[in-house]
């Protein structure tokens, strides 16, 4: 306490120690900060990709969209509807097929996403007034894709072609389009979605289980004694690998079988491919993960890296939007992804059945960034041995 007549310094000097004591504090961290080169990139990163992706990469209503024809006959009038199509917009032809198999396994596999058939006689029968029926089948895997494209056909003949036809407002348009949604008639987003929900799922879990393994190691002081060990590297990323395959099984085992049975999501194709095709992406991006760890000094570095590897899985990859509506840098980008090619191959496999040879593409890819990633994921460890 303070005696009568004497001024008390000892309040003003509180204050003075504590915003002193606080600002130290304050350099401190940003010292810190700074010197923490992956949390810095963080900050600067993230927002700078989310800007990027969504303002030049993501398009809620895809354009272009690659479709192939089937030309039974090669008329002038075939050329025009084509043509029509493509100034819808929606409609981008790139391939020419010759028979019926040839435009189903397209489809299957998911290079393209639309298959048009002008059958023999067309022009023949519009011009006898007929209206013959011109098909076009959609792969629904993707509802999003396919419903803004085919509720342009209606245009096709309500305007140009009819216009190029007849004269005047004809009573009858010349022919009639019979469009086919392929593998998801009712355009139900949860048969889109749940499959797609097993590869986020399952990269998330996967990528941070293992980017944690070895900065945990290093953090409890563990990694000396393990370094003393007669152990290959290989071994060391192996025995930290397999375990979390078995893991992620049982959670893509779980995904699926909620999905089959309470949102009735179909699984057409062979369930052991699908087994086999899981454990590969398992793999592939538990490798990724150790990679990470290897790279990272602490776990939340090891964080870090694993989210900055995510957000771009999720937005690139075609789970939240369609993929092959966005423009062609951002489907390279999306290549190469693991997510990307899983989420064709589990769509490809439960909802249209697939086959192997359907999914040759993505599964290579798969094999390639899963070898990749263990090859870095090996040299940088042996670094860490040196």
Request: proline content about 5%; glycine content about 6%; charged content about 15%.
């Amino acid at each position: 306490m303070s005696t009568p007549g004497r001024l008390d310094h000892s309040a003003p000097e509180r204050w003075f120690g504590f915003w002193r004591r606080t600002y130290a504090m304050l350099v401190k961290e940003f010292i810190q900060l700074r010197r923490d080169r992956v949390s810095f990139a963080m900050i600067v990163m993230i927002p700078v990709m989310q800007l990027m992706l969504f303002g030049y990469a993501i398009n809620t209503t895809p354009r272009h969209l690659p479709a192939a024809v089937l030309l039974q006959e090669d008329s002038d009038l075939g050329r025009s509807i084509l043509k029509a199509m493509e100034n819808t917009a929606y409609f981008r032809f790139t391939r020419e097929v010759g028979s019926v198999a040839e435009f189903d396994d397209l489809l299957l596999s998911g290079k393209v996403l639309f298959g048009v058939e002008i059958p023999r006689g067309f022009e023949r029968a519009v011009r006898r007034g007929d209206r013959p029926a011109l098909l076009v089948a959609a792969d629904a895997t993707d509802p999003v894709a396919a419903s803004s494209a085919l509720s342009s056909l209606g245009m096709i003949v309500q305007t140009a072609l009819a216009h190029d036809l007849y004269t005047g407002n004809p009573v009858t348009t010349p022919f009639e389009i019979r469009a086919h949604a392929r593998y998801n008639p009712a355009a139900s987003s949860r048969l889109n979605i749940v499959p797609g929900l097993v590869g986020t799922i399952l990269t998330m879990t996967m990528l941070i289980f293992t980017a944690l393994s070895v900065t945990r190691e290093i953090e409890r002081g563990t990694m000396e004694s393990l370094l003393s060990m007669p152990i290959k590297p290989v071994e060391v990323m192996l025995g930290k690998i397999i375990p979390y395959v078995m893991v992620g099984f049982l959670q893509a085992t779980i995904i699926i079988g909620i999905g089959v049975l309470l949102f009735g999501v179909p699984i057409i194709g062979s369930l052991l491919l699908l087994a086999l095709l899981s454990t590969l992406f398992i793999a592939t991006n538990l490798s990724i993960g150790y990679t990470f760890s290897t790279l990272a000094q602490n776990q939340l570095q090891a964080m870090q890296l694993s989210m900055m590897f995510f957000l771009p899985s999720i937005l690139l990859s075609g789970f939240m939007f369609p993929f092959l509506g966005m423009p062609q840098w951002a489907q390279i980008l999306g290549e190469c992804l693991p997510l990307t090619h899983y989420l064709r191959i589990v769509r490809a496999i439960m909802l249209k059945g697939s086959t192997l040879q359907n999914l040759q593409h993505d599964t290579i890819a798969l094999v390639g960034l899963m070898l990749f990633a263990m090859t870095v994921a090996v040299f940088r460890f042996r670094r860490t041995l040196d």
